[in-house]
């Protein structure tokens, strides 16, 4: 059992650029990129089921579109024409076949079905991995769109317009009706920009970071810890009553508000209880003018998912305990080359020893943590 080292995977996906060759005014990331298709694939599934009035898996849809490229961490970004390419194409393929096993095979068993599915089926030819596909083409033609508009290199411009013609002959409703809501350039476009400027929202000011971060490789990541929480506490721990994709979907989206407020200390923020209450409804007020850029049929799910990411009920709970643990790891990441990072991860450590006995916390206190931080002394 290796669920250490499976985590390890989640973190290092920061590490593997995307479209560096091109010098892109945003530098990007396979957690970013995972992030935003993520929060895009929330948004598709709403709109499949609610706009064309078709059943589909969102959890399945969702956790696909979050760990689909979790097989980068040992393949790098390859770029596109080289993986059509005939002479290599099937050895990439089968490759990263073989590694997305690999990953699934650091998880505990009673986890590795579900995971099986999320990573080595992601992109398969049912309708789930068609959109999964779909959406991955999607940021990256977002991502080419919010490029041009810098012009910072004539290849986004070209690569912008052919990605869009790609996705319009995929012929997907869903896809096709976001194209065109895009393309008005109001409400629903606003909301995606939030969504893709997550990641020029920087954390951890003020402290000196070996490792960068932002809100987008942040919420990947405690999109992944929640995601392996509720697994592992469904599978091995017998909760049945964890709605999973609402875990999940809250995950994602809950530091979504930050794309207009920005990342405040969180000492600061908890300085005393009128602070706290302040920023609690300024957060609230601030989501909520978010929703209401969307067409209405979104405004249920995502005042759920954004406003009440960490209510009281048992999945917002969830929510704060991945977030609290990715601090954690940050901490622990960065302690030995910055000794405020020690105070910063003992601090953590007893918030969350002293705060939660959920059996998720246990098993990451117990086991994960052990390997992670044996692995940075030793690293």
């Known amino acids: ?40 694939s929330i948004l598709i599934g709403i709109i ?46 089968d490759y990263e076949t073989e590694l997305s096993k690999e ?8 986890l590795q079905p579900h995971v099986y599915d999320y990573i080595v089926n992601a992109q398969d030819h049912t309708p789930v991995g068609r959109l999964v596909d779909a959406i991955d083409t999607l940021d990256a033609f977002l991502y080419c769109h919010r490029e041009s508009l810098c012009d910072t290199n004539p290849f986004f411009h070209t690569k912008h317009q052919e990605l869009k013609q790609q996705l319009l002959n995929a012929e997907l409703p869903a896809i096709g009706w976001f194209l065109k809501e ?12 939030y969504i893709m400027n997550l990641d020029t929202v920087k954390r951890w000011n003020g402290n000196y970071n070996l490792v960068p971060d932002n809100d987008a490789t942040h919420s990947f990541r405690v999109a992944s810890l ?22 999940l ?49 979104f405004h ?19 929510v704060d305990v991945a977030d609290k643990l990715d601090a954690l790891i940050k901490a622990s990441l960065e302690m030995r080359n910055n000794p405020h990072y020690a105070d910063t991860y003992y601090n953590q450590l007893v918030k969350i020893q002293h705060r939660y006995e959920n ?21």
Not at 103 to 110: A, N
């Open 48 to 93: 499949e089921e609610k706009a064309f009035k078709q059943p589909v898996d969102k959890l399945s849809l969702l956790a696909r579109c979050l760990w689909a490229d979790l097989k980068n961490t040992g393949t790098g970004s390859i770029k596109h024409v080289t993986k059509k390419e005939s002479l290599v194409m099937d050895h990439i393929r």
């Open 182 to 193: 895009y393309d008005k350039q109001e409400g629903f476009y606003e909301f995606i920009q």
């Open 249 to 297: 979907a809250r995950a994602v989206l809950h530091d979504l508000p930050e794309a207009l407020s920005g990342d405040v200390v969180t000492n600061f923020k908890h300085n005393n209880a009128d602070i706290k209450r302040a920023f609690e409804q300024y957060e609230r007020e601030t989501a909520q003018l978010m929703i209401d850029k969307l067409p209405a049929f």
């Open 1 to 40: 059992m290796k669920n250490g080292k499976f985590t390890s995977t989640i973190i290092r996906m920061q590490y593997v650029p995307r479209w560096s060759e091109y010098a892109p005014r945003f530098e990007d990331n396979a957690a970013s990129h995972s992030f935003r298709c993520a929060a895009l």
């Open 300 to 318: 249920q799910d995502l005042t759920d998912f954004i406003v009440h990411s960490k209510t009281g009920d048992y999945e917002g709970e969830m």
């Open 226 to 247: 929640a995601l392996f929480n509720g697994l592992l506490e469904i599978e091995r721990f017998g909760n049945k009553s964890i709605d999973l994709y609402k875990l």
């Open 359 to 379: 059996p998720c916390v246990i098993f990451f206190l117990a086991y994960i943590l052990h390997d992670l931080t044996y692995s940075n002394l030793i690293g």
């Open 103 to 110: 990953i699934v095979s650091y998880l505990s068993k009673s």
